[in-house]
Protein backbone atom coordinates (compact mmCIF):
# COMPACT_ATOMS: atom_id res chain seq x y z
CA UNK A 1 0.00 0.00 0.00
CA UNK A 2 1.57 3.36 -0.90
CA UNK A 3 2.03 5.54 2.22
CA UNK A 4 1.20 8.93 0.53
CA UNK A 5 -0.68 8.82 -3.11
CA UNK A 6 -1.18 11.92 -5.38
CA UNK A 7 -3.13 11.58 -8.41
CA UNK A 8 -2.75 12.39 -10.97
CA UNK A 9 1.50 11.56 -11.69
CA UNK A 10 1.07 13.82 -14.95
CA UNK A 11 -0.96 16.80 -15.96
CA UNK A 12 -0.73 19.01 -19.64
CA UNK A 13 -2.84 21.43 -20.06
CA UNK A 14 -3.79 24.84 -21.18
CA UNK A 15 -3.44 28.18 -20.21
CA UNK A 16 -6.64 29.61 -18.85
CA UNK A 17 -7.81 26.21 -17.47
CA UNK A 18 -8.83 25.02 -14.11
CA UNK A 19 -7.14 21.88 -12.72
CA UNK A 20 -7.06 19.78 -9.30
CA UNK A 21 -4.21 17.47 -7.56
CA UNK A 22 -5.55 14.77 -5.43
CA UNK A 23 -3.68 13.91 -2.23
CA UNK A 24 -4.32 10.84 0.49
CA UNK A 25 -2.43 9.27 3.32
CA UNK A 26 -3.02 6.40 4.82
CA UNK A 27 -0.55 7.04 8.04
CA UNK A 28 -2.69 7.66 10.40
CA UNK A 29 -0.65 11.41 9.96
CA UNK A 30 -2.04 14.20 11.32
CA UNK A 31 0.01 17.23 9.20
CA UNK A 32 -0.20 17.56 5.73
CA UNK A 33 1.61 19.85 3.44
CA UNK A 34 1.79 21.12 -0.67
CA UNK A 35 5.41 21.64 -2.19
CA UNK A 36 6.26 22.93 -5.09
CA UNK A 37 9.26 21.95 -6.99
CA UNK A 38 11.04 24.47 -9.75
CA UNK A 39 12.44 23.57 -12.96
CA UNK A 40 15.43 23.94 -10.96
CA UNK A 41 15.08 21.60 -8.10
CA UNK A 42 14.07 23.72 -5.50
CA UNK A 43 11.59 22.66 -2.86
CA UNK A 44 8.97 25.26 -1.16
CA UNK A 45 6.05 25.05 0.95
CA UNK A 46 3.21 26.10 -0.50
CA UNK A 47 0.20 25.00 2.42
CA UNK A 48 0.02 22.99 5.58
CA UNK A 49 -3.01 21.61 7.14
CA UNK A 50 -3.13 19.97 10.68
CA UNK A 51 -6.03 18.11 11.01
CA UNK A 52 -7.95 19.53 8.61
CA UNK A 53 -7.02 22.87 9.73
CA UNK A 54 -5.05 25.56 6.98
CA UNK A 55 -1.59 26.66 9.83
CA UNK A 56 0.48 27.52 6.74
CA UNK A 57 0.08 29.13 4.08
CA UNK A 58 2.82 30.84 2.19
CA UNK A 59 2.63 33.88 -0.39
CA UNK A 60 1.24 31.34 -2.97
CA UNK A 61 -1.32 33.31 -5.90
CA UNK A 62 -5.42 32.64 -4.62
CA UNK A 63 -5.65 31.42 -7.55
CA UNK A 64 -4.30 27.73 -5.33
CA UNK A 65 -7.16 26.85 -3.40
CA UNK A 66 -5.79 23.83 -1.03
CA UNK A 67 -9.48 21.67 0.28
CA UNK A 68 -8.80 19.43 2.88
CA UNK A 69 -12.40 17.63 3.57
CA UNK A 70 -10.67 15.27 6.27
CA UNK A 71 -7.37 14.61 7.90
CA UNK A 72 -6.27 12.11 5.40
CA UNK A 73 -6.86 13.99 2.68
CA UNK A 74 -5.61 17.28 1.13
CA UNK A 75 -6.12 18.34 -2.16
CA UNK A 76 -5.01 20.91 -4.77
CA UNK A 77 -7.12 23.16 -7.00
CA UNK A 78 -5.47 25.61 -8.98
CA UNK A 79 -7.66 28.30 -11.39
CA UNK A 80 -6.99 29.86 -14.14
CA UNK A 81 -3.43 28.47 -15.03
CA UNK A 82 -0.33 30.14 -16.06
CA UNK A 83 2.79 28.85 -17.64
CA UNK A 84 4.66 29.70 -14.50
CA UNK A 85 2.77 27.07 -12.66
CA UNK A 86 4.12 24.50 -14.44
CA UNK A 87 6.30 22.69 -11.78
CA UNK A 88 6.15 19.31 -9.55
CA UNK A 89 3.70 19.56 -7.09
CA UNK A 90 4.44 17.48 -3.99
CA UNK A 91 2.17 16.36 -1.32
CA UNK A 92 3.48 14.93 1.92
CA UNK A 93 2.33 14.10 5.58
CA UNK A 94 3.94 13.61 8.91
CA UNK A 95 2.88 12.87 12.46
CA UNK A 96 2.14 15.47 15.20
CA UNK A 97 0.52 18.64 14.99
CA UNK A 98 1.52 22.31 14.98
CA UNK A 99 4.83 23.18 16.26
CA UNK A 100 5.12 19.88 16.73
CA UNK A 101 6.22 18.03 13.80
CA UNK A 102 8.39 14.20 12.88
CA UNK A 103 9.54 12.79 9.79
CA UNK A 104 8.02 13.33 6.34
CA UNK A 105 6.81 11.72 4.27
CA UNK A 106 5.90 12.39 0.38
CA UNK A 107 4.10 11.17 -1.87
CA UNK A 108 5.98 10.12 -5.68
CA UNK A 109 4.86 13.94 -7.45
CA UNK A 110 2.51 15.53 -9.70
CA UNK A 111 4.34 17.07 -13.12
CA UNK A 112 2.13 19.97 -14.28
CA UNK A 113 2.75 21.34 -17.63
CA UNK A 114 1.19 24.77 -18.80
CA UNK A 115 1.12 24.60 -22.25
CA UNK B 1 21.01 34.95 0.87
CA UNK B 2 19.28 31.25 1.37
CA UNK B 3 19.06 30.36 4.66
CA UNK B 4 19.94 27.02 4.21
CA UNK B 5 23.12 26.72 1.93
CA UNK B 6 24.41 23.19 0.67
CA UNK B 7 27.81 21.92 -0.45
CA UNK B 8 28.77 21.03 -2.84
CA UNK B 9 25.98 21.44 -5.28
CA UNK B 10 27.57 18.39 -7.28
CA UNK B 11 29.51 15.72 -6.64
CA UNK B 12 30.57 12.78 -8.96
CA UNK B 13 32.53 9.83 -6.81
CA UNK B 14 33.92 6.44 -7.53
CA UNK B 15 32.28 3.49 -6.17
CA UNK B 16 33.46 2.55 -2.99
CA UNK B 17 34.13 6.38 -2.50
CA UNK B 18 33.68 7.59 1.27
CA UNK B 19 30.95 10.82 0.24
CA UNK B 20 30.20 13.82 2.68
CA UNK B 21 27.90 16.14 1.59
CA UNK B 22 27.61 19.79 3.90
CA UNK B 23 24.54 21.54 4.93
CA UNK B 24 25.17 24.96 6.66
CA UNK B 25 21.66 27.36 8.05
CA UNK B 26 21.95 30.74 9.75
CA UNK B 27 18.71 30.76 12.09
CA UNK B 28 17.71 29.00 14.81
CA UNK B 29 16.49 25.44 13.69
CA UNK B 30 14.35 22.48 16.04
CA UNK B 31 15.56 19.86 13.69
CA UNK B 32 17.10 19.25 10.05
CA UNK B 33 15.95 17.02 7.73
CA UNK B 34 17.98 14.80 4.88
CA UNK B 35 15.97 14.27 2.04
CA UNK B 36 16.95 11.90 -0.81
CA UNK B 37 15.33 12.50 -4.40
CA UNK B 38 15.70 9.44 -6.81
CA UNK B 39 16.43 10.04 -10.61
CA UNK B 40 12.87 9.58 -11.41
CA UNK B 41 11.33 12.56 -9.31
CA UNK B 42 9.80 10.69 -5.97
CA UNK B 43 11.60 11.98 -2.38
CA UNK B 44 12.56 9.80 0.90
CA UNK B 45 13.33 11.21 4.32
CA UNK B 46 16.36 10.22 5.02
CA UNK B 47 16.99 11.10 8.70
CA UNK B 48 14.94 13.82 10.88
CA UNK B 49 17.78 15.14 13.69
CA UNK B 50 18.17 17.78 16.17
CA UNK B 51 21.29 17.01 17.93
CA UNK B 52 24.39 14.40 17.50
CA UNK B 53 24.30 11.80 15.56
CA UNK B 54 22.20 9.18 13.30
CA UNK B 55 23.11 5.54 11.70
CA UNK B 56 21.35 3.84 8.89
CA UNK B 57 22.79 1.18 6.83
CA UNK B 58 25.67 2.86 5.21
CA UNK B 59 24.03 6.35 5.78
CA UNK B 60 25.37 8.68 8.86
CA UNK B 61 23.76 12.07 9.52
CA UNK B 62 25.85 14.26 12.32
CA UNK B 63 24.52 18.10 13.50
CA UNK B 64 26.24 20.54 15.08
CA UNK B 65 23.45 23.17 17.00
CA UNK B 66 26.38 25.61 17.76
CA UNK B 67 27.99 25.56 14.69
CA UNK B 68 24.71 25.54 12.82
CA UNK B 69 26.13 22.80 10.35
CA UNK B 70 25.35 19.38 9.48
CA UNK B 71 26.80 16.87 7.45
CA UNK B 72 25.39 13.37 5.75
CA UNK B 73 28.07 10.79 5.48
CA UNK B 74 27.73 7.51 2.71
CA UNK B 75 30.03 4.98 3.39
CA UNK B 76 30.98 2.77 0.68
CA UNK B 77 29.11 4.31 -1.98
CA UNK B 78 27.30 2.69 -4.50
CA UNK B 79 26.00 3.52 -8.33
CA UNK B 80 22.81 3.19 -6.43
CA UNK B 81 23.50 5.73 -4.50
CA UNK B 82 23.14 8.68 -7.37
CA UNK B 83 20.30 10.80 -6.21
CA UNK B 84 19.84 14.42 -5.47
CA UNK B 85 20.54 15.09 -1.76
CA UNK B 86 18.36 17.96 0.29
CA UNK B 87 18.61 19.29 3.48
CA UNK B 88 15.64 21.25 4.77
CA UNK B 89 15.60 22.54 8.46
CA UNK B 90 12.17 23.71 10.71
CA UNK B 91 12.81 27.47 11.59
CA UNK B 92 12.67 27.57 15.69
CA UNK B 93 9.56 29.84 15.45
CA UNK B 94 8.48 28.28 11.45
CA UNK B 95 6.08 25.59 13.48
CA UNK B 96 5.82 23.08 10.80
CA UNK B 97 7.11 25.05 8.05
CA UNK B 98 10.46 23.35 6.28
CA UNK B 99 13.05 25.87 4.66
CA UNK B 100 14.91 23.27 2.10
CA UNK B 101 18.72 23.58 0.50
CA UNK B 102 19.40 23.89 -3.18
CA UNK B 103 20.24 19.95 -3.10
CA UNK B 104 23.47 17.96 -3.96
CA UNK B 105 23.21 16.42 -7.18
CA UNK B 106 25.88 12.85 -6.39
CA UNK B 107 26.58 10.95 -8.83
CA UNK B 108 28.64 7.68 -8.51
CA UNK B 109 30.29 5.77 -11.34
CA UNK B 110 31.41 2.11 -11.57
Known amino acids: DTAVSQTPKYLVTQMGNDKSIKCEQNLGHDTMYWYKQDSKKFLKIMFSYNNKELIINETVPNRFSPKSPDKAHLNLHINSLELGDSAVYFC??????????????FGEGSRLTVL | KNEVEQSPQNLTAQEGEFITINCSYSVGISALHWLQQHPGGGIVSLFM???GKKKHGRLIATINIQEKHSSLHITASHPRDSAVYICAVRLLRGGSRLTFGEGTQLTVNP
Open chain 2, 49 to 51: LSS
Open chain 1, 92 to 105: ASSPGGGGVTGELF
